[in-house]
């Protein structure tokens, strides 16, 4: 059964810093990997997906990496704006299962002016 | 193009009661799949269905059940709700077959159980 850890729950930080969104794995027999962002009481917002044959995904200040070996994702944040602020979640797909997401609990980001 | 469209919005339902949630998905999907997300257990997968046919299941009891139309709309039923049933209710919709198969999320249907 597939585990997703997000790792920390919350971050503060002042605008400008770069960031890294850190998400884990337990199974690596993924279809894909996706990000997310949700703001409060809303839906979610598709960020970033790295397909399992890839190492890397870019989308103007994001940048999301795949390691499978280690069951590791980060997301990587430049240049934060208090825009930026929400909860991220990341998401991974298995094979065999490609619409059926298991998702990780969570960073809840704060970028304070 | 038009996003996935969920309804109602919101909705107040007392226990023992049952509910239907819509799903309307993005033109030309034809899979849709409902989530669960509570603070406690956050994001958990209901089922999936393509094509009028569910093709994937989480692990929920039976008195979550859905359906999907001829039209790729899809409906999610609650039977005999359950205050635990309190949840915001995700639907999203993808083209299988597409080279990277991202799935659009709705704005979600906010369910209270009094």
């Known amino acids: 059964k597939q585990e997703v850890t997000q790792i920390p729950a919350a971050l503060s930080v002042p605008e400008g810093e770069n960031l890294v969104l850190n998400c884990s794995f337990t199974?690596?027999?993924?279809?894909?990997l996706q990000w997310f962002r949700q703001d409060p009481g809303k839906g979610l917002t598709s960020l970033l997906l790295?397909?399992?044959?890839?190492r890397e995904q870019t989308s103007g200040r994001l940048n999301a990496s795949l390691d499978k070996s280690s069951g590791r994702s980060t997301l990587y944040i430049a240049a934060s704006q208090p825009g930026d602020s929400a909860t991220y979640l990341c998401?991974?797909?298995?094979?065999?299962?490609?619409?059926?997401?298991?998702f990780g609990q969570g960073t809840r980001l704060t970028i304070n002016p | 193009k038009a996003g996935v469209t969920q309804t109602p919005r919101y909705l107040i339902k007392t226990r023992g009661q049952q509910v239907t949630l819509s799903c309307s998905p993005i033109?030309?999907?034809?899979?849709v799949s409902w989530y669960q997300q509570t603070p406690g257990q956050g994001l958990q997968f209901l089922f999936e269905?393509?094509?009028?046919?569910?093709?994937n299941k989480g692990n929920f009891p039976g008195r979550f059940s859905g359906r999907q139309f001829s039209n790729s709309r899809s409906e999610m039923n609650v039977s005999t709700l359950e205050l635990g049933d309190s949840a915001l209710y995700l639907c999203?919709?993808?083209?299988?077959?597409?080279?990277?198969?991202?799935?659009?999320f709705g704005a979600g249907t906010r369910l209270s159980v009094l």
């Open positions: 790295i397909q399992s044959s890839q």
């Open positions: 033109s030309g999907h034809r899979s």
């Open positions: 269905y393509f094509s009028e046919t569910q093709r």
């Open positions: 998401a991974t797909a298995l094979v065999g299962g490609a619409q059926k997401l298991v």
């Open positions: 999203a919709s993808s083209l299988p077959g597409s080279a990277k198969n991202i799935q659009y």
């Open positions: 199974d690596s027999a993924i279809y894909n």
